[in-house]
T-cell receptor, first 115, second 115 residues
Framework: DTGVSQNPRHKITKRGQNVTFRCDPISEHNRLYWYRQTLGQGPEFLTYFQNEAQLEKSRLLSDRFSAERPKGSFSTLEIQRTEQGDSAMYLC?????????????FGPGTRLTVT | QKEVEQDPGPLSVPEGAIVSLNCTYSNSAFQYFMWYRQYSRKGPELLMYTYSSGNKEDGRFTAQVDKSSKYISLFIRDSQPSDSATYLCAMSDNAGGTSYGKLTFGQGTILTVHP
């Protein structure tokens, strides 16, 4: 298996701009998760897809955030009207979705800096 | 109070030492327990994965889960400078349930193994 990939790896944007991140999960993994990690903290859950269906969103995901997973393959996370508080590492993870397991494999992350 | 508590350290040990890392949690529904290793500015790497209570060993790493005490541990034997990283504990309830297997992380423990 190739691992989870994320693009871009780094993004610097000005406050108020829109940004979009992409995640390509491990092939045949039907579960995909987005997390956000700030400096010195563990990752925090943002949203979850099973195939193409977005089944859960954290209250951390404000109206400015939207995520998609068309056709149940790659996923995108868009942030509109970015704020300085959005600066963080955005991590994507995928898992096979086999009953009774929950091993999640993470990508390298996209580091967002909002100036 | 956070659902998962982890001492952030930092922890500094000499090469060859046995390292003990720990997390406590409050949610009795957690069933899946994981340890991730994260190098600076990289994504978390899955190290150990256990289900319910018990021990699991993989090379120099041993994971222990005590659900009655809501306490999990990771032991690293014969620690090496290459083990220097942040170690994150993570856990979830039934991945088939309404939480969809989202992971709740500890804050992470920064470990330095010096030669």
């Amino acid at each position: 298996d190739t691992g989870v990939s994320q693009n871009p790896r780094h993004k610097i944007t000005k406050r108020g701009q829109n940004v979009t991140f992409r995640c390509d999960p491990i092939s045949e993994h039907n579960r995909l998760y987005w997390y956000r990690q700030t400096l010195g903290q563990g990752p925090e859950f943002l949203t979850y897809f099973q195939n193409e269906a977005q089944l859960e969103k954290s209250r951390l995901l404000s109206d400015r955030f939207s995520a998609e997973r068309p056709k149940g393959s790659f996923s995108t996370l868009e942030i509109q009207r970015t704020e300085q508080g959005d600066s963080a590492m955005y991590l994507c993870a995928s898992s096979r979705g086999t009953a009774g397991t929950n091993e999640q494999y993470f990508g390298p992350g996209t580091r967002l800096t909002v100036t | 109070q956070k659902e998962v508590e982890q001492d952030p350290g930092p922890l500094s040990v000499p090469e060859g030492a046995i390292v003990s890392l720990n997390c406590t949690y409050s949610n009795s529904a957690f069933q899946y327990f994981m340890w991730y290793r994260q190098y600076s500015r990289k994504g978390p790497e899955l190290l150990m994965y256990t289900y319910s209570s018990g021990n699991k060993e993989d090379g120099r790493f041993t994971a222990q889960v005590d659900k009655s005490s809501k306490y999990i541990s990771l032991f690293i034997r014969d620690s090496q400078p290459s083990d220097s990283a942040t170690y994150l504990c993570a856990m979830s309830d039934n991945a088939g349930g309404t939480s969809y297997g989202k992971l709740t992380f500890g804050q992470g423990t920064i470990l330095t193994v010096h030669p």
